[in-house]
């Protein structure tokens, strides 16, 4: 193989990494986004509807946003880890 063979192939593996990583980050990002999401629904719900059903609905959509959160972080952190061991 030529030296600048292996060039190109040491920087297409360098752009693969961190194209890797960047998908990573807009993952956490869509994570913490839909996480919001239910938070914000759920409080608005609970705090501007009367109705019984509506409540409970804002009720559980809190949890929900706290949980779709940590499994966002967690699957961040591994797959962050792993994306370093590759290296």
Do not use: C, Q
Not at 55 to 60: A, D, H, L, Q, R
Request: proline share 2%; no cysteine.
């Amino acid at each position: 193989m030529r030296d600048n063979d292996m060039h190109d192939a040491s920087w297409h593996h360098k752009l693969d990494r961190v194209r890797t990583e960047l998908a990573n980050e807009r993952t956490i990002l869509a994570y913490v986004r839909t996480a919001l999401t239910f938070l914000v629904a759920g409080l608005a719900f609970v705090r501007f509807f009367n109705h019984p059903y509506i409540e409970i609905v804002g009720w559980v959509f809190m949890p929900i946003g706290v949980v779709v959160l940590v499994v966002g972080l967690v699957r961040f952190g591994r797959t962050g880890k792993n994306i370093k061991i590759i290296k």
